[in-house]
């Protein structure tokens, strides 16, 4: 099982990115991929999921509005696509697999990627 998150950067308030998550190395057809972020000195927190097969979505108040996840099939690719960022956004962002539907719990999942930093700045 293997996760690639890409995309991260440096961006203004207001501005837009979009992050992605390559997968390989397991069936995708009963499994979730979520978003979580960590920022410094704080705990890893659960941004948004989507369930393969169905396409099912669960966002973090934090986020609702503002990001959407979505996945490509035929690529094995999950995004995040944020906009409207604001500084408190900044964080380190993974992405996440396990078997089964969206938990929220960073415990539930034993599949990540390496992060990828993400810092709204002015």
């Known amino acids: 099982v293997q996760l690639q998150a890409s995309g991260g950067g440096l961006v203004q308030p207001g501005d837009s990115l979009r992050l992605s998550c390559a997968t390989s190395?397991?069936?995708?057809?009963?499994?979730?991929i979520s978003w979580f972020r960590q920022a410094p000195g704080e705990q890893r927190e659960f941004v948004a999921g989507?369930?393969?097969?169905?396409?099912?979505?669960i966002y973090a108040d934090s986020v609702k509005g503002r990001f959407t996840i979505s996945r490509d099939k035929a690529k094995r690719m999950t995004y995040l696509q944020m906009n409207n960022l604001k500084p408190e956004d900044t964080a380190v962002y993974y992405c996440?697999?396990?078997?089964?539907?969206?938990?929220?719990?960073?415990?539930?999942?034993?599949?990540w990627g390496q992060g990828t930093q993400v810092t709204v700045s002015s």
């Open positions: 190395g397991f069936p995708l057809d009963l499994w979730s």
């Open positions: 996440a697999a396990r078997s089964g539907d969206i938990r929220t719990n960073t415990n539930e999942y034993n599949n």
């Open positions: 989507i369930t393969w097969n169905w396409g099912t979505t």
